[in-house]
């Protein structure tokens, strides 16, 4: 198992133009803050796969990995684990004045894979990140988990917005 980095000198790959090769690497990415709560990854190092090809001028880069987060669910705020698939290409051609053909990641020839798997992960996210499809989140009256009790079993007497109170004392 390789040790874990998040940084690769790209030119010490002695790639030639056309020429290409596969990298395994263990990650150590930062987790992530949505919506106020933290998520971290639930196994330390992530292990990913670059590819890089060697172009005319620069490179062709492909990352996947396979990471769980863990943190609270947006519904019910009860612990669970998130899968995030990461499948990610950049593209760095230095000299170029097309922002699309430079890569924020790439810095004299050093490829920042922490910071790229962090961003890369971070865009895999659902935008919801539930325990379960069917999530029923949290009672609005007493907040207890609505995945936990039957709905027939859990009912609040209500009594009625109080605003509309003398319409009612009209109406009895």
């Known amino acids: 198992m390789p040790p874990p980095f998040n940084t690769i000198d790209l030119t010490t790959l ?20 949505l919506g106020g709560q933290d998520y971290v990854f639930a196994e330390a ?18 990352l996947r990995l396979e990471a769980a987060l863990a943190g609270p669910c947006m519904r019910c705020l009860a612990e669970s684990t998130f899968p ?12 170029t004045a097309d922002e699309e053909l430079t890569s924020p990641y790439v810095d004299m020839g050093e490829l920042d894979v922490g910071a790229w798997a962090h961003d890369a992960i971070a865009l895999a996210v659902p ?28 009912v609040h007497e209500t009594e009625g917005d109080p605003r509309w109170a003398k319409l009612r004392e009209l109406l009895d």
Do not use: I, W
Request: hydrophobic share 35%; with cysteine; proline share 10%.
């Open 127 to 154: 935008q919801t990140l539930l325990c379960r499809p069917d999530c029923a989140g949290l009672c609005p009256e007493c907040g207890v988990s609505l995945n936990d009790v039957d709905p027939a079993d859990h």
């Open 14 to 33: 002695a790639l030639k133009p056309g020429g290409a090769c596969t990298v395994d690497v263990d990650l150590t990415p930062e987790g992530l803050a």
């Open 84 to 95: 995030v698939v990461v499948d990610a290409r950049e593209v760095d051609q230095p000299g």
């Open 45 to 62: 190092p992530v292990p990913a796969r670059l590819d890089v090809s060697r172009t005319a001028a620069g490179y062709a880069l492909r």
